[in-house]
């Protein structure tokens, strides 16, 4: 059995060509799944039955299954999702006054053990396929009974390093027959591989790309993340730059304050060097708490940073924390309950 959600519009058209299963269906099979949220053929009820019965027995409509449901005070609510291989992962649905955002993974873990992130903690096992990607936000949309409009790789794992799969996943999250969500409003986020960059700056794709940058020389930078020894902020400088002259779009770098690591204006100045040549935003994350030796940068400190980068041309912007309470901030996410 294969699940339906792998195949994006055309592919999805050219394989129910090749079983003999009516291809012009599939706008109508789309619709019911992406739009209806359907989780089986037998409700598709403008396809005949036999028409159903027979994709029924070459295809599942994957959906996770949901372990764990938790809501924050702020409106933020996270999911752990459980795949049919015992393998789970944790989404999280976020509320801001424009959007409801949608915050997936495209790993179970992730290989690239940032010292600072929680989902490196219980290591690597696998990519998610792109029909996992999108059953997180599916299964998001059914359980509360809304339409996410925007969605950010920000979840488990290293979205560069799933490349295809998640490719494949953002044809479907933009195309007008899925979940129609416009390419601006998808955003991937990536630690820093310079190949992914590359790669995506030739796509004929037009969404925001996000670089987790988190220190201004290769010193601290290496220290706190590993991936920084193979590519190195030069390097990374460099890939973003041709993204950005290939898409001539502002990129978006996060920055995640330390207490006393990465916070002075020492810091913010080297920060301000290497993105003086950059259109971009900056957001500020003061670090949330996933037991490692780190500490939130106090307010006031995080404040006369921006401070700092906006006087110097930079567009800065302290993020609101969301979801701290329920352990579904940037780097709290896990692979289990705990
Ligand atoms: N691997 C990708 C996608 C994960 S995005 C990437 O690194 O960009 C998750 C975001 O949360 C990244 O910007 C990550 O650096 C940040 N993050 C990780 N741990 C954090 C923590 N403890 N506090 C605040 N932000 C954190």
């Not at 290591?123 to 996410?148: A, C, D, F, H, P």
């Not at 037009?206 to 201004?216: C, E, F, N, P, R």
């Not at 002259?245 to 502002?250: C, F, I, L, P, T």
């Not at 567009?315 to 924390?321: D, G, L, Q, T, Y």
Request: net charge neutral; aromatic share 8%.
């Amino acid at each position: 059995m294969e699940n339906i959600l792998d195949y994006d519009y055309t592919a999805l058209k050219n394989k129910l060509e090749m079983e003999k299963l009516e291809p012009y269906r599939t706008t109508q099979v789309f619709d019911w799944i992406y739009k209806k949220h359907a989780t089986s053929f037998a409700v598709m009820t403008n396809l005949s039955k036999q028409l159903r019965e027979r994709i029924s027995m070459k295809f599942i409509i994957g959906m996770p299954e949901l372990v764990k449901k938790t809501k924050s005070s702020d409106g933020t609510v996270k999911f752990l999702w459980k795949y049919s291989d015992g393998n789970t992962v944790e989404s999280v649905i976020l509320r801001y006054p424009d959007r409801i955002t949608g915050c997936i993974s495209s790993q179970v873990g992730c290989p690239l053990n940032c010292a600072f992130c929680a989902t490196g903690i219980s290591g690597y096992v696998r990519n998610l396929t792109s029909g996992e990607i999108l059953s997180q936000i599916l299964g998001m949309e059914i359980s509360e009974n809304e339409k996410i409009n925007n969605i950010v790789f920000m979840g488990m794992g290293e979205p560069m390093l799933n490349y295809d799969e998640v490719m494949k996943a953002i044809h479907v999250i933009t195309d007008p027959k899925a979940f129609k969500i416009s390419q601006r409003r998808v955003s991937i986020s990536t630690a820093g591989i310079v190949d992914g960059i590359l790669k995506l700056s030739e796509e004929p794709l037009d969404v925001i790309l996000s670089i987790s940058l988190h220190a201004s020389t290769d010193d601290k930078r290496s220290m706190i993340m590993p991936v920084n020894k193979k590519y190195s902020l030069e390097d990374l400088m460099e890939a973003v730059k041709i993204y950005q002259k290939a898409k001539d779009r502002r990129v978006t770098f996060e920055y995640i304050l330390f207490d006393k690591f990465n916070d002075s204006l020492d810091d913010a100045q080297k920060l301000m060097k290497i993105l003086k040549d950059i259109k971009c935003n900056v957001n500020l994350i003061r670090y949330n708490d996933t037991g490692s030796t780190f500490k939130k940068t106090p307010m006031d400190r995080a404040e006369i940073f921006e401070k700092f980068l906006k006087d110097n041309g930079i567009e800065s912007v302290i993020r609101a924390e969301k979801g701290e309470d329920i352990s579904a901030a940037c780097g709290q996410l896990r692979r289990q309950t705990l």
